[in-house]
Every structure is written in structure tokens, then in C-alpha cells.
């Protein structure tokens, strides 16, 4: 293992002490139980957005935190979910008096410690509302596996909610938001290489110099394929039409109605021609941005030939697996109220425009 | 003769050393199907439990169990920190203020763990979880109690059912947690999950098998 570390048991604080002395303006961090939130939290009658995962995936979440995107965001150890404690004190921190909405990643564990954590803050009398981000079209079933993962759209889901908090929206109403984008985004990734977790010291899994590893999560879990690896154009066009093409997804996810944990159907519609679209490349952490606009042009072109006007993009690491070179893929289908809260203001430590 | 709580603080040092030995064996097994984390994960859950154990060895059974479920809520992470936390609270519960505890109550440990475990993670038998360890050693104790075993007995039949559990998850399609997106690739593999719980009801067992 090689890696600009100091020692792996002490990765993450490291980070977070880095992240503090960085961005005084624009985030403080709170150590034991560990959270990065707005430098001006709590702030007064806004909705309070919070997510959090295992860290890894630099700049998400914590790179995300400031105006106009997450109030605060909980980093676990690496790939690791955080824990309840973290997002409790985060809440507690961050709420301004008109409720928390927990972004929540769907994987088993962060969505039982999120489950946790809600239940634990309106037992302190303060108002939650836990919304799934399941948008990984590399799952085709979620009948026998725990469902689609949350990747790319998670992103895109904390700026646009961000944006809607800042402009007053109510719990209810950004809930809701942050819903309509996880059904209308999709996303689908690739693995050139694996990466090393620094506590395991050595590689996830091994992947032979001349082969990829198709539709892969952002852990480096296995995806859908492995096979000999193509070029630029070929891998756009298997991730592109995995999208574009996915049928309507069903699943079942469990959301509080005000009252319990109740079990509410959602599905993900499919792409239609004239649909408008935000186009977000994204690399996996290890490949560079020129080979990700290599990726861009050949996916501007699949989306003209089927029909899709790309309206906005994003391009470059914003959810990331450690070193690991590959890319994903996220289209979101986008509408004039998701155009104009994309645009908006946004001050973080990765993404930033208009202030 | 009962268990006191000083068998049960030594059974969760105890616990703590074999998971510290198994620490790298268990996060191999992950890596084969899920994200290379549950031997590291659990070994600091662990290892804050030995840092807990000081502040609660005058109380009962019941908070001694609850707060190693909290430490593990607060320190383990992944799906492990709630599904293993849950399954210590429960346990507590289940032998509030009881300072000895009698085979029945251990069995009541064992039942409320189970129960924990599926009421936070949903998971069914045959889903390759911990849910596979724990149900038929739950089950195996209720009959090597009703047969008229002693504690120890019953508790190997427990960890030996939990072991046979354990390995059966091996031909298993995985239909939880991130072993489930491997689909067939999950077949061959032992679970992770399953293999901490029978290593937990073994070291009960042992506990058992020393106090007699």
C-alpha cells in the first residue's frame, strides 16, 4: 500500500483537523462524535439538510457542507457507516426550529444508523425526515438484494434540496423534492482498478491489467460484469444506454409518516425523448479530468441521438472510491424548478458558484 | 450454579479477545463479498466495550448488556454497529436488574438478541445474515432445555448449531447487505455476520463450560 498517510488508524481525524484549518469561513468541525457543519449553524427557520457515510468519498459529503447545499454531513470511518451519536449531535447543532431532513444513502448500514438517529432526535423533540437516494441502475432487482445503491444522484440531490432549504421550502416540501430527484435520477459505474481501504492495507478485490469491472458501486463492491476492457467511446455507450434505457423501477423503501416507520412504494420512471437532462461525469478518484471530457463528448452525442437535451452538467470527482480509477455516470431528468435551484448560490469546499 | 455478573463482564472481555484474534479472518470473509470492514469494524466496537467494562461492574446483567450495545451503536458503524448493538439492548432487556442469571435466562439473552437482529435488518432465514447463526441456536438451547440439559450443555448445543448455521451460509445466495449485488458470486462464500455471532454463542458457551 502506498498512500500519503500517516498512520490508517488515524486517517479520518487527520482529514477532518485538515478540512477545519482549510475552510474557516465556510464550515467548523466538531470532534468526538465527528461532524462537519455550516460555519453560520444554525440557521434560523431553514430546514436543516444532513447526510453523512462512510468517508472515502471525498469531497462528499463533508466538501459539501456550507450555503446553499448540507448544514452538516457525518463521515464515518473510511467505507464505513457513520453512527447515530454523530448524526443526533449533528442534528442538535444544525436544526434551526424548522426540522432535519436526513439524505441517506441506501446501503443496509447507513440506513439502519440514519433509522437510529431519527428515532433517537424526535425523542428530543426535534422534527426528521429521512429520504433514500437508490439511483444505481447496475442493481436490476431489489426483490433479492437490498435494492439500488445511492451514488450519483446523491450529489446532485444535496445541492438542488440545498438550494430549496435556503429558499424557505418546509420539511415537507424539500422531503419531497429530495424524493422527485432520486426517482428521476439513474446512475451506472465502472472500475479500471480497485483501491485499497488503508485499515485493510491491501486491494478490495484484483482486477487484471486488461480487464473492467462494469456497474460498480462506490465501495468497490463487485458490479454487474467483468469483462476485457474497451475504449472511452464503448464504455460511454454501455453506461449511457444502461440508463437511458432502464425500464420503470419499483421498490419499497421505509419512510417516517409523521407517526412510524411505514413502508411507501416508489418508482423510478423511465427516460422518455424530450426529456431534458443534467449530466453529471463523475471519476471514481483516480482518472483525470481529461480523460473525463473525453467521456462527456461521447455522451453529449448518445443523449442527442436519443432524444435527451442535456440542460446542465457536472463534471469531475465529486463521489469518489479513494484512489480508484473508473467513472460513473448520472443522468437526472431535470424541470424548471430543478433547473432554477441548480443554478442557485452554493458556497462549499467543493462545489461553488454564484457567491 | 447461576451466572453472576462477573461471569458475564469476564464472557465479554472474553468475547473481546476473539474477536480481536479473529479481527483479520472475519474482514477476509468481507472482502470476498461485501466491503472488507466487519473483523476492523468489530474489533474497535469490541475494544470500546473493554474500555466500558470499568464503569458498569457493580450493576446488574441487564445495563452491563445494554451499555456494551450502546458502546457497540456508538463505535462499530456499518450495518454490524446497529444489527450487533440492537441484539446487546435487547439482550439487556430481557434480564433487566438480575444480578444471576439461570439457563432460562440466558436462553431469554440469546431469543432477545435473535429478535433484535431481524427487527432492525428485516433479514430472513436463508438470506446469508447473522440471522442464520442465531436462529438455530436459539432453537437448539430451547430443546436441549426442554430435554432437561444443564446451562453449559444446552449452550454447546447452541454454539454447535450456530457453527452448523454458520457454515451453511456458504451455498447461500446472498439477499441482504452489499453481498446481495453479487448475486451467484455470493454463492461459495461463508457470511461474516454469521461467522461474529457463532464466535459470540461459542465464547458464551465456553463461559458456561469453565463455570462448571
Redesign the interface.
Known amino acids: 500500500m502506498k498512500k500519503l498517510i500517516n498512520k490508517p488508524e488515524d486517517v479520518v481525524t487527520e482529514e477532518l483537523q485538515g478540512v477545519a484549518l482549510a475552510y474557516p469561513d465556510v464550515v467548523k468541525v466538531h470532534f468526538d462524535?465527528n461532524f462537519v457543519y455550516r460555519a453560520d449553524a444554525p440557521v434560523k427557520g431553514k430546514v436543516a439538510l444532513i447526510s453523512g457515510g462512510?468517508s472515502g468519498h471525498e469531497p462528499m459529503h463533508g466538501g459539501l457542507v456550507g450555503v446553499g447545499m448540507l448544514h452538516a454531513a457525518c463521515p464515518?470511518?473510511?467505507?464505513?457507516?457513520?453512527?447515530?451519536?454523530q448524526m443526533l449531535e449533528a442534528a442538535k447543532m444544525v436544526h434551526g426550529g424548522a426540522g432535519v431532513l436526513y439524505i441517506v444513502k441506501n446501503?443496509?448500514?447507513d440506513v439502519?444508523?440514519f433509522?437510529?438517529a431519527a428515532d433517537m432526535a424526535r425523542a428530543e423533540g426535534i422534527k426528521v425526515a429521512n429520504i433514500l437516494i437508490d439511483d444505481d441502475a447496475a442493481?436490476k432487482d431489489s426483490l433479492?438484494?437490498?435494492g439500488r445503491?445511492g451514488v450519483g444522484t446523491t450529489v446532485l440531490a444535496e445541492k438542488i434540496c440545498g438550494a430549496a432549504a435556503e429558499k424557505g421550502y418546509d420539511l415537507k416540501k424539500v422531503a419531497d423534492l429530495c424524493r422527485k430527484v432520486n426517482i428521476n435520477g439513474r446512475s451506472m459505474g465502472m472500475a479500471l482498478t480497485s483501491c485499497t481501504?488503508p485499515?485493510?492495507g491491501k486491494p478490495?478485490?484484483d482486477l487484471p491489467e486488461d480487464e473492467m469491472e462494469i456497474g460498480i458501486?462506490i465501495?468497490?463492491?463487485?458490479?454487474r460484469k467483468r469483462m476485457k476492457l474497451k475504449t472511452a467511446d464503448e464504455i460511454t455507450e454501455m453506461l449511457a444506454l444502461s440508463i437511458i434505457e432502464d425500464e420503470a423501477y419499483t421498490r419499497t423503501v421505509r419512510e417516517w409518516n409523521g407517526e412510524e416507520w411505514a413502508d411507501v412504494e416508489l418508482v423510478d420512471p423511465p427516460f422518455q425523448r424530450g426529456d431534458q437532462v443534467l449530466a453529471f461525469v463523475n471519476s471514481m478518484g483516480g482518472t483525470p479530468d481529461i480523460e473525463l471530457h473525453i467521456l462527456y463528448r461521447k455522451l453529449h452525442e448518445i443523449c442527442e441521438k436519443k432524444g435527451l437535451k442535456i440542460v446542465r452538467n457536472l463534471i469531475g470527482p465529486y463521489i469518489t472510491s479513494l484512489e480508484m480509477q473508473g467513472c460513473s455516470i448520472t443522468l437526472l431528468k431535470m424541470d424548471d424548478e430543478l433547473i432554477e435551484l441548480w443554478d442557485a448560490p452554493v458556497k462549499t469546499p467543493g462545489l461553488r458558484w454564484g457567491m | 450454579m447461576p451466572i453472576t455478573t462477573v461471569d458475564v463482564l469476564g464472557c465479554l472481555r472474553k468475547m473481546a479477545d476473539v474477536i480481536h484474534e479473529n479481527k483479520e479472518f472475519l474482514t477476509d470473509l468481507d472482502a470476498a463479498i461485501g466491503d472488507a470492514d466487519h473483523g476492523i469494524n468489530m474489533d474497535r466496537g469490541f475494544q470500546t466495550i473493554l474500555k466500558k467494562l470499568p464503569s458498569v461492574e457493580d450493576k446488574d446483567a441487564g445495563t452491563i448488556l445494554k451499555t456494551a450495545g450502546m458502546t457497540l451503536v456508538t463505535s462499530v458503524g456499518g450495518a454490524g454497529g446497529p444489527l450487533y448493538g440492537t441484539a446487546f439492548m435487547q439482550a439487556g432487556m430481557a434480564v433487566a436488574g438480575k444480578h444471576e442469571l439461570e439457563a432460562e435466562d440466558l436462553l431469554a439473552i440469546l431469543d432477545a438478541a435473535l429478535k433484535g437482529v431481524v427487527m432492525r435488518g428485516r433479514a430472513n432465514l436463508d438470506d446469508k445474515t447473522m440471522v442464520d447463526a442465531i436462529t438455530p441456536a436459539v432453537a437448539a438451547m430451547r430443546e436441549a432445555l426442554g430435554n432437561g440439559a444443564g446451562t453449559a450443555n444446552a449452550l454447546e448445543q447452541a454454539a454447535a448449531a450456530a457453527e452448523k448455521g454458520m457454515k451453511d451460509t456458504i451455498p447461500m445466495l446472498a439477499k441482504k447487505g452489499r453481498a446481495s449485488y453479487l448475486g451467484e458470486r455470493s454463492i461459495g462464500h461463508q457470511d461474516p455476520g454469521a461467522t461474529s455471532s457463532y464466535l459470540l454463542i461459542r465464547t458464551m458457551a465456553e463461559m458456561a463450560q469453565e463455570k462448571e
Do not use: L
Not at chain 1, 464515518?76 to 451519536?85: A, H, I, N
Open positions: 462524535p462512510g464515518g470511518q473510511v467505507f464505513t457507516s457513520p453512527t447515530p451519536d446501503y443496509t448500514g439502519m444508523n433509522e437510529m442493481v433479492y438484494t437490498a445503491r481501504v485499515m485493510a478490495t478485490f458501486g465501495h468497490g463492491e463487485p458490479g
